[in-house]
């Protein structure tokens, strides 16, 4: 099969096209035929070697952690998935690999495919609607009433939690260019700062819950906005020393990630909130939930733009500009 793979850790070095052997599939396993990749900055940062400490792979290795797929052959043990099943993932780590044509995945990764979206849109919705679920339902426990800050709304993660935070019944506030205010009302935002104009610190204030995306002056001005009891929850780090316990990382990472987040945890335990990193983890039970919600209508995918896999470079390129809105992916098939 043909696969975009890197052969060792590399910010500028682009993907390589190579032909490799089709996954063998294990008794717990289902074979994909991919017919969609979404791409995520995730990607981009273990391509780079940025979280080489925490995910520690083996080279040569296929990227790409969303796919949209039929199943082609299935493990002896598998019990929910047939072959011809429509289906989607975000493979677990240390098995990922969509940038390829074909993938064997766990069945616990995996859900059907919403029957009311194309494959590249079901393409682009694992990975950050799994870490919007993860964020406001799993950690936050977000209920109706309550007031959730989603930074960088027009993001692959952004649209997707304002369409759950609302489904949830909260006011959603986020940030944006004013460029990307329509669509963002239109996924139900209630409070929209323009980045450019406006501090969201001076705008925003008695929140339970802020959904944090972007760099470490940004997590930190984002305590301020939180009420006394408030949650801080960063997809974006610093990643702390329950992070590093919850991966069974050794004493030298738990050492590191303690001293590397200790400004932040100090400065939450002071204004009396609570600050948790999330790093999204594969779940298909929490995927068929989301898949439920797709076909309700309460949450959209919304695609930038779709390459073709031959362009898997330009589209992480693209993924990379911080241009995007919505999410980005690839066609394979």
Same mark, same amino acid.
């Given at each position: 099969?043909?696969?975009?793979?890197?052969?060792?850790?590399?910010?500028?070095?682009?993907?390589?096209?190579?032909?490799?052997?089709r996954?063998?599939?294990?008794?717990?396993?289902?074979?994909?035929?991919? @017919?969609?990749?979404g791409?995520? $900055?995730?990607?981009?940062?273990?391509?780079?070697?940025?979280?080489? %400490?925490?995910?520690p792979?083996?080279?040569?290795?296929?990227?790409?952690?969303?796919?949209?797929?039929?199943?082609?052959?299935?493990?002896?043990?598998?019990? @929910?998935?047939?072959?011809? &099943?429509?289906?989607?993932?975000?493979?677990? =780590?240390?098995?990922?690999?969509?940038?390829?044509?074909?993938?064997?995945?766990?069945?616990? =990764?995996?859900?059907?495919?919403?029957?009311?979206?194309?494959?590249?849109?079901?393409?682009?919705?694992?990975?950050?609607? #799994?870490?919007?679920?993860?964020?406001?339902?799993?950690?936050?426990?977000?209920?109706?009433?309550?007031?959730?800050?989603?930074?960088?709304? !027009?993001? /692959?993660?952004?649209?997707?939690?304002?369409?759950?935070?609302?489904?949830? /019944?909260?006011?959603?506030?986020?940030?944006? !260019?004013?460029?990307?205010?329509?669509?963002?009302?239109?996924?139900?935002? &209630?409070?929209?700062? &323009?980045?450019?104009?406006?501090?969201?610190?001076?705008?925003?204030?008695?929140? &339970? $819950?802020?959904?944090? !995306?972007?760099?470490?002056? %940004?997590?930190?001005k984002? #305590?301020?906005?939180?009420?006394?009891?408030?949650?801080?929850?960063?997809?974006?780090?610093?990643?702390?020393?329950?992070?590093?316990?919850a991966?069974?990382?050794?004493?030298?990472?738990?050492?590191?990630?303690?001293?590397?987040?200790?400004?932040?945890?100090?400065?939450?335990?002071? #204004?009396?909130?609570?600050?948790?990193?999330?790093?999204?983890?594969?779940?298909?039970?929490?995927? @068929?939930?989301?898949?439920?919600?797709?076909?309700?209508?309460?949450?959209?995918?919304v695609?930038?733009?779709?390459?073709?896999?031959?362009?898997?470079?330009?589209?992480?390129?693209?993924?990379e500009?911080?241009?995007?809105?919505?999410?980005?992916?690839?066609?394979?098939?």
């Open positions: 099969m043909k696969a975009f793979q890197i052969r060792k850790y590399d910010k500028k070095a682009a993907l390589l096209l190579a032909e490799v052997p996954p063998s599939v294990k008794d717990n396993e289902v074979l994909v035929e991919v @017919h969609a990749s791409l995520n $900055l995730l990607d981009s940062k273990i391509k780079s070697g940025e979280l080489k %400490t925490i995910l792979y083996q080279f040569p290795l296929i990227l790409g952690h969303d796919a949209a797929g039929t199943v082609i052959q299935v493990g002896k043990n598998v019990k @929910h998935f047939k072959v011809g &099943d429509p289906v989607y993932a975000r493979p677990a =780590d240390f098995h990922i690999g969509t940038f390829a044509e074909y993938i064997a995945i766990n069945e616990n =990764d995996l859900a059907l495919k919403p029957k009311n979206i194309s494959m590249e849109e079901a393409a682009s919705i694992p990975l950050v609607a #799994l870490t919007a679920w993860q964020a406001l339902v799993e950690i936050g426990n977000v209920q109706k009433g309550q007031k959730v800050f989603i930074q960088a709304g !027009s993001g /692959g993660v952004g649209t997707i939690a304002i369409q759950l935070a609302k489904y949830l /019944g909260a006011t959603v506030a986020t940030t944006a !260019s004013e460029k990307s205010f329509d669509i963002l009302k239109s996924l139900g935002a &209630d409070v929209l700062i &323009d980045y450019k104009k406006q501090d969201f610190e001076n705008v925003l204030q008695d929140y &339970d $819950l802020v959904l944090n !995306s972007q760099d470490t002056a %940004t997590l930190k984002s #305590l301020h906005v939180l009420k006394p009891g408030g949650k801080l929850i960063s997809i974006s780090g610093p990643p702390t020393p329950d992070f590093a316990r991966i069974g990382a050794p004493w030298y990472i738990k050492m590191i990630l303690s001293l590397t987040s200790s400004s932040v945890r100090k400065k939450a335990e002071k #204004l009396g909130v609570q600050y948790s990193f999330l790093f999204m983890s594969a779940n298909g039970k929490q995927l @068929h939930e989301i898949t439920k919600l797709i076909e309700s209508g309460d949450i959209k995918p695609v930038d733009k779709v390459f073709p896999f031959a362009q898997t470079n330009e589209a992480l390129s693209y993924v500009s911080g241009r995007a809105k919505g999410k980005i992916v690839v066609k394979v098939r």
